[in-house]
């Protein structure tokens, strides 16, 4: 099965889950979310079963407050998506058939980028005050200071990989448009 379909390019949280860990995913919406009345019943049950989702997947990660919190930050991005009914909205690749996205599915990506970003940092920190304090970092005056760039080839590098999986967005995996027409050593 495919586990992700280019997840950084969603437009919003519901299909960054959607195209993330897929199986995962699957899985915890077919055992649990749909067993616990899934998208039937008022928009109150609908958000519950999401937070209730996220909890358990929090607490299968890891039985540590980090990643209970990092489901719950999750699950609080859902709630605008279902009181407004746009869950569903972005089912499609974003900027299909075309070069670049429009200027609010760049915005939406880079919401949805920022939002999942910010939950991973719980997802990674040891602890509840490690996490903080790297947000704290974040936030403190370092933030309108010019940033510290890495070397040249290591930014080509992750343009290289962003030009790639930008291309490839349409494809089953990102290289497959363009390695396909490269001699067998060069794949």
């Known amino acids: 099965m495919k586990n992700f379909a280019f997840p950084y390019f969603s437009c919003d949280i519901a299909e960054f889950w959607r195209r993330w860990y897929i199986s995962l995913s699957t899985w915890f919406r077919d055992y649990v979310y749909i067993p616990i009345g899934g998208s039937s019943g008022g928009i109150w049950q609908k958000i519950r079963n999401v937070f209730v989702v996220f909890l358990i ?3 299968w990660h890891a039985a540590n407050w980090t990643f209970v919190v990092w489901g719950i ?3 609080l991005f859902f ?6 009914a746009k869950n569903r909205n972005n089912m499609e690749i974003v900027a299909r058939n075309r070069l670049l996205p429009t200027a609010r599915e760049a915005v939406s990506i880079l919401t949805t980028f920022l939002l999942t970003s ?6 990674h920190a040891e602890t509840i005050e490690h996490a903080v304090h790297y947000i704290r970092q974040i936030c403190s005056r370092s933030l309108f200071q010019a940033p510290v760039l ?6 080509l590098l992750v343009a290289i990989f962003f030009i790639v ?3 490839g967005r349409e494809s ?5 448009r363009i390695a396909i027409i490269w001699p067998r050593p060069a794949r």
């Open 73 to 75: 930050i999750n699950a």
């Open 79 to 84: 709630p605008p998506l279902f009181l407004l």
């Open 165 to 167: 999986e930008w291309h």
């Open 172 to 176: 089953e995996f990102a290289i497959e």
């Open 118 to 123: 910010f939950a991973w940092i719980f997802f």
């Open 150 to 155: 890495p070397n040249g080839a290591t930014i």
């Open 57 to 59: 997947s929090g607490l």
